[in-house]
């Protein structure tokens, strides 16, 4: 059995793989920082030995080792004070900080808080006090855990996004194929009602009858090609986008409810660009049909051509319900959808016709809830 063809085992898996080495990781640091920190301990006992003993020596003692021991101390801040608290001296502090008191009586007590003192005691009478703090490098350590847990984070979302862009691409080729194989089953019916209408003028039946049967099938017959190019690059032709956006508005209008007023504007009767025919016009009829449905049955819709030098915007506004701000990326996304039937892929089709295909862009211009929404398409125009 492959664990990665078994989603849920294999996130099980990583979640318990990740809590594991998170949990050695975590404990041997703490094992480690613990030793260490009880190493820093015993040398700065030894110190205080050392201290004591050059304290007490005489003039024919050998102090070399004590002292020694006391120089090389380079590493651990600490401090030095009598009975009544009062400082006596301080090593591996700041060096022009330590000129001022007050700082060292911070130091001191951030010192007291941090580790408990060493007592030096002269013939059980004199005593004197060491006060020291983490090291550095020991502070450092404390680090390390999150920097390996940072590491882990990182490398735990590598293979997520790896796992989920496999994913997206099965999920892809899943409906590239779905779309191909409906576009080609499509394909039969029509050449059926191909033979029927030929028949149909054969036995001389009203052309009227004729010629709307046939625009229905012109209409399948661009809807099974619009599914044949999903998944493969479409092919982009100098053409009219007026021509093109007023034939796939008037189609919509047609063939849909008198209590919709449907205005058509533009400043320019033709405007090229670089454009495939069928796609393009699938995404006018997208968004009617979202504005329709958003309007059930009855309002206005608008559609504004307006062209500049270098682009050319298409705004389509409809009378229906809105929707809030925090949607209008969201409505793009496949599988979203406001509506209790449907897909939710009209919208994320459309993006992906439009930005990916045509190099242009889709978005809300602006939405009010109760008064409508107005999608704007721009695109790149050509002379």
Do not use: D, M, R
């Given at each position: 059995m492959n664990i990665f063809n078994q989603p849920l085992l294999f996130k099980r898996i990583s979640i318990v793989v990740s809590f594991v080495i998170v949990s050695l990781i975590l404990w041997n640091t703490y094992t480690f920082f613990q030793r260490f920190k009880q190493e820093e301990r015993i040398k700065m006992e030894i110190l205080a030995e050392a201290q004591k003993e050059l304290s007490t020596a005489d003039l024919n003692s050998n102090i070399a080792l004590p002292d020694k021991i006391i120089t090389t101390n380079n590493s651990i801040p600490m401090i030095l004070v009598d009975e009544e608290d009062e400082i006596i001296y301080a090593n591996n502090l700041d060096s022009i900080k330590s000129l001022n008191p007050e700082y060292l009586r911070k130091q001191l007590a951030i010192m007291k808080k941090e580790n408990k003192p060493i007592e030096i005691s002269y013939d059980g009478n004199n005593k004197q006090y060491i006060y020291y703090r983490d090291s550095d490098l020991l502070k450092k350590l404390t680090y390390y855990p999150l920097a390996l847990i940072l590491i882990l984070v990182l490398f735990l979302s590598v293979i997520y996004l790896f796992y989920s862009s496999n994913k997206a691409a099965e999920t892809n080729k899943l409906w590239t194929g779905m779309a191909k194989?409906?576009?080609?089953?499509?394909?039969?019916?029509?050449?059926?009602?191909?033979g029927w209408i030929a028949i149909l003028k054969a036995e001389k039946v009203d052309e009227t009858y004729i010629d709307e049967i046939e625009k229905d099938v012109h209409r399948l017959n661009i809807i099974a090609n619009r599914f044949s190019k999903i998944g493969s690059i479409p092919e982009l032709k100098k053409r009219d986008v007026v021509l093109i956006t007023r034939q796939a508005f008037d189609y919509l209008k047609f063939r849909s409810s008198t209590q919709i007023s449907f205005?058509?504007?533009?400043?320019?009767?033709?405007?090229?660009?670089?454009?495939?025919?069928?796609?393009?016009?699938?995404?006018?009829?997208?968004i009617i049909k979202n504005a329709i449905d958003a309007m059930l049955g009855k309002g206005e819709v608008s559609l504004k051509i307006k062209s500049s030098d270098k682009k050319v915007r298409i705004i389509i506004a409809d009378s229906g319900k809105g929707m809030p701000k925090k949607l209008f990326k969201q409505i793009f996304k496949p599988g979203f959808t406001t509506k209790k039937r449907g897909w939710g892929l009209g919208l994320s089709l459309s993006k992906r016709i439009v930005e990916d295909y045509h190099k242009g862009k889709i978005f809300v211009q602006k939405s009010e809830i109760g008064k409508g929404t107005t999608f704007e398409i721009v695109l790149n125009k050509i002379s």
């Open positions: 194989e409906t576009a080609h089953q499509i394909g039969t019916p029509l050449s059926s009602l191909l205005s058509f504007i533009t400043s320019e009767k033709e405007i090229q660009t670089l454009i495939n025919e069928e796609l393009f016009g699938w995404v006018i009829e997208n």
